[in-house]
């Protein structure tokens, strides 16, 4: 099995660029979560997918973010425009879980992003 | 809400030292409890877990014991290695909820 698969690996943009991660999940997962991680803030959840439909979107930061699953494998996260207090690793993580139930998450490698 | 308080590090040991992570939470019903390791450069990866009461998870010689009494799941490991440096993360998974603690890093010194 693959895992999780993330691109790029690394991104590096100037203020105001609209940023696009994107995320393939584990085939046969159901569940998908984006995280953030800093120094200063540690690992922050952004969003969090369970059959394609959003469940938990309390941590994302501002409008300036989204996340969509156009289908059951796949999920893009989008900053637009970006600013530099967005420079960060961002990590998806799938999971299989049933009704109200959060599985073993399973990290992607992490999309190192910085914002000049 | 469901939460999980770990002790903060950093934690440094000598080679062959007995390692200590408290973990303890706070959560209504019955959360699975793991925990999970990051190496440098990398995501995090699954060490270990327990879902019930009295569950020992184990791997790769760390281990932990789900604690409902004291609602606690401290990771142990009797010799340490220089290739366990590591960031480590208690996490809980509740009612459509996961959360991680802050993480605590540990450098072993040979």
């Known amino acids: 099995d693959a895992g999780v698969i993330q691109s790029p690996r690394h991104e590096v943009t100037e203020m105001g660029q609209e940023v696009t991660l994107r995320c393939k999940l584990i085939?046969?997962?159901?569940?998908l979560f984006w995280y953030r991680q800093t120094m200063m803030r540690g690992l922050e959840l952004l969003i969090y997918f369970n059959n394609n439909v959003p469940i938990d979107d309390s941590g994302m930061p501002e409008d300036r973010f989204s996340a969509k699953m156009p289908n059951a494998s796949f999920s893009t996260l989008k900053i637009q425009p970006s600013e530099p207090r967005d420079s960060a690793v961002y990590f998806c993580?799938?999971?299989?879980?049933?009704?109200?139930?959060?599985?073993?998450?399973?990290f992607g490698p992490g999309t190192r992003l910085t914002v000049l | 809400g469901d939460s999980v308080t770990q002790m903060e590090g950093p934690v440094t040991l000598s080679e062959e030292a007995f390692l200590t992570i408290n973990c303890t939470y706070t959560a209504t019903g019955y959360p699975s409890l793991f925990w999970y390791v990051q190496y440098p450069g990398e995501g995090l990866q699954l060490l270990l877990k327990a879902t019930k009461a009295d569950d020992k998870g184990s791997n790769k010689g760390f281990e932990a014991t789900y604690r409902k009494e004291t609602t606690s799941f401290h990771l142990e490991k009797g010799s340490v290695q220089v290739s366990d440096s590591a960031v480590y993360f208690c996490a809980l998974s509740g009612n459509n909820d996961m959360r991680f603690g802050a993480g605590t890093r540990l450098t072993v010194k040979p």
């Open positions: 085939s046969g997962h159901n569940s």
């Open positions: 993580a799938s999971s299989l879980g049933g009704s109200g139930f959060v599985g073993e998450q399973f």
